[in-house]
């Protein structure tokens, strides 16, 4: 298993702010997802994010909305743009164990709120 | 599109009985399926996990049955205990894609 934290625990911000979360792991980890969390919704993912190469986005979530960077193997940002209050959310990072996506390991997720 | 339904928001068990706890599915190519447990302000936490060649899978007090027929998974917690009582998701995979999630069900179990 992996131990990840995750920064800031939970944020207020404004309208139109910009608001990064950053996700550490205790290990070397090639696959990093970020997940959101919609009040009373499911875990939907965001992105897939792999060293080295640009991070995937799943439909409906865009770059310039969700600019993400993984900089080295254990450690991951999550930048929420120019938010709204539809923004509010829990954001959660995970990785995979070993090469397969069906087992993975999160962090203790951000909440924001956007007022 | 949501792929992986748990139509339960919430589940009330007394402590020592059996909860049960369901999870239906419509993509047929699934082939991997977890469970995950959440309390709160901490992530979900790894469960038990079936691959879709087999139908039962135990560990300790829990037990996930797969009803590939049906599209349908189940976790049954026996004995339930209060430590018990936090949010379940159901996640489904195929081969190496995306975990797709449940909405979660609350498990509150009563001493």
């Known amino acids: 298993s992996a131990v990840i934290s995750q920064k800031p625990s939970r944020d207020i911000c404004q309208r139109g702010t910009s608001l990064t979360i950053q996700c550490q792991v205790d290990s070397q980890v090639t696959m990093m997802f970020w997940y959101r969390q919609q009040p009373g919704q499911s875990l939907t993912l965001i992105a897939t994010?792999?060293?080295?190469?640009?991070?995937?986005?799943e439909s409906g979530f865009v770059i310039d909305k969700f600019p993400i960077s993984r900089p080295n193997l254990t450690f991951s940002t999550l930048t929420v743009s120019n938010m709204s209050p539809e923004d509010s959310s829990i954001y959660l990072c995970?990785?995979?164990?070993?090469?397969?996506?069906?087992?993975?390991?999160f962090g203790p997720g951000t909440r924001l709120t956007v007022l | 599109d949501q792929q992986v339904k748990q139509n339960s928001p919430s589940l009330s068990v007394q402590e020592g009985r059996i909860s049960i706890l369901n999870c239906d599915y419509t993509?047929?190519?699934?082939?991997?399926f977890l469970w995950y447990k959440k309390y709160p302000a901490e992530g979900p936490t790894f469960l038990i996990s079936?691959?879709?060649?087999?139908d039962k899978n135990e560990d300790g007090r829990f037990t996930v049955f797969l009803n590939k027929s049906a599209k349908h998974l189940s976790l049954h917690i026996v004995p339930s205990q209060p430590g018990d009582s936090a949010v379940y998701f159901c996640?489904?995979?195929?081969?190496?894609?995306?975990?797709?999630f449940g909405a979660g069900t609350r498990l509150t179990v009563k001493p």
């Open positions: 995970s990785v995979a164990s070993g090469s397969s996506y069906n087992e993975q390991f």
């Open positions: 996640a489904a995979s195929e081969g190496n894609n995306d975990m797709r």
């Open positions: 993509n047929s190519m699934f082939d991997y």
């Open positions: 994010a792999n060293q080295g190469s640009e991070a995937t986005y």
């Open positions: 079936i691959s879709s060649i087999k």
